[in-house]
């Protein structure tokens, strides 16, 4: 029983497939219809598409940070696309998306901004603008963190040593004089650390880039695409006609 089924089986793929050899011609030339129609389309209807990406580095980003910066930046991506608000043309250039570079799917340092649009100028004036902006917003951020970090750190300091010259004074280990000589240290020391803070706060930096063109997406890639579907429908139809006509049979 099992063996019959299986050889009915067996014939009714061999039939199916000498339904696909009786009709190679009509296959291969949905299939070539399709890629022509969206080779016409993509490169007789349509405008060439431009793409051009910035990078910032980011390395005092805490990675909560890192995440926070870019949902809010493709929120832009997201409000530029679909609503066109920030943009007069949203058709002609736009924010594609933002995202931190990944090398072997580990999150690096390097914040990119990808822009896309049908005027390859105008898409790298609009990402030089927005990556600029970008780059304000997240050393703001962070000098607005190490204004707080070293204010912590600055109040500490000066708590813990008048700690020490008051209890100093106390137990009479140092003398009237000498506390004052120690303050006047103390100023110093914090005055050459206010000096300083600039200098050990690491602000994010664009990091240039290699090709500085905007450079165009490859639209030869939905060709084959287009293809491989007309090649699918033109075996779905063949199949379910085939299908059909068995099934008359046996009723």
Partial sequence: MNETENQEIEIDLLELLQEFKNNIAKIIGVTLLFAA????YVFALTAPKYSYSQLLDCRSLSDRDKISFVNIFNEDAVSIKGHGKMWKDPKKYALFKAEFVKDRNVSTNLLKFEFQGTDPELIKTEC????????????DHLMKLHEIRFGEEYFNTVRNEMRKINSSLQD??????????YLELLKERLELKEKDKMLSLIKAKLVPSRVDEAEEISR??????????????SLAYLTGRYCWRVSKKQS
Avoid: C, W
Avoid at 37 to 40: E, K, N, Q, S, Y
Avoid at 172 to 181: E, F, P, R, Y
């Fill in 37 to 40: 129609a969206t080779a016409l």
């Fill in 128 to 139: 030089h603008a927005y990556t600029t902006d970008a780059l304000n917003k997240i050393n």
């Fill in 172 to 181: 009479g280990s140092v003398t009237s004089q000498g506390a004052a000589q």
């Fill in 220 to 233: 030869i890639k939905y060709i084959p695409i287009s293809g491989f579907l007309g090649l699918f429908l």
